[in-house]
């Protein structure tokens, strides 16, 4: 902003100094503030600061400093930044400030277990505060991706077991039907029980079929799944709890 200021006049470093504020600030350094015309930068801009001040009671923004929580959502460096640009207003000495922020950040931070450790530390300055806070939100923004990636691992893998299972299960009934005759031209078929299409069962026991190998014209089994169940053939439903 006003870089190599040093080595320019009086005269030449408020020229300066007017072109980098607004009209408003213009009218207040010269009528508002109480210099003279001919006092140095260092003095005009110490000047602004006590009017800034004598704006606002530091109480109010110590206030705001002490109330000034990390919400749920914030970063904790968010929050830091948040802090420390409050501070420049609350006048705290250079030691105070560091002491004030640390304690700040213990007292306003939503991770509770980061408190606990923070709390258990022994000599705890501002810094190893702002070192432990960061390294607790990394590594658990690292370990929730890393369980996302797990996750969907997970799923692709119980589809593919789906899709196996159901590939399975076809190739099982068409085995099963095939040893029940289920395969066997459409003439062959029972059609006495209803629309259901009902299996010509090849089994000697099997009262469908007459001891000469002839077809009965009834049957004793109401459904399909009655004839499979009664050759030791699995269900579809005892399948799937397989």
């Not at 299960?169 to 068409?174: F, I, R, S, V």
């Not at 009902?198 to 002839?214: I, K, L, P």
């Amino acid at each position: 902003m006003l870089t190599g200021v040093n080595q320019l006049t009086q005269e030449e470093q408020r020229a300066s100094l007017y072109s980098l504020v607004d009209d408003e600030w213009h009218r207040i350094i010269k009528f508002g503030l109480n210099i003279t015309e001919t006092a140095s930068l260092s003095d005009t801009i110490q000047a602004m600061e006590d009017h800034l001040r004598s704006q606002r009671n530091v109480i109010l923004d110590r206030r705001d400093f002490f109330r000034r929580n990390q919400q749920p959502d914030e970063s904790f460096d968010d929050y830091l930044i948040a802090l420390k640009e409050i501070s420049e207003f609350c006048d705290f000495c250079r030691h105070c400030t560091e002491d004030r922020l640390r304690d700040r950040i213990i007292t306003g931070l939503h991770d509770e277990t980061a408190v606990q450790t923070l709390l258990s530390e022994e000599d705890l300055t501002l810094q190893k505060t702002v070192d432990i806070c960061r390294a607790r939100e990394n590594a658990f923004v690292n370990a929730s991706a890393l369980a996302g990636d797990r996750l969907n691992a997970v799923s692709a893998y119980r589809r593919g077991a789906r899709s196996y299972s159901r590939a399975s299960m076809k190739t099982g009934n068409q085995i099963v039907s095939n040893r029940l005759g289920m395969s066997l031209p459409h003439s062959e078929r029972c059609h006495h029980h209803g629309e259901g299409i009902y299996v010509t069962c090849t089994a000697s026991t099997c009262e469908v079929y007459q001891r000469d190998g002839r077809r009965k014209s009834t049957s004793k089994y109401n459904t399909p799944v009655d004839m499979l169940s009664s050759h030791g053939y699995p269900t579809a439903v005892q399948r799937s709890a397989l």
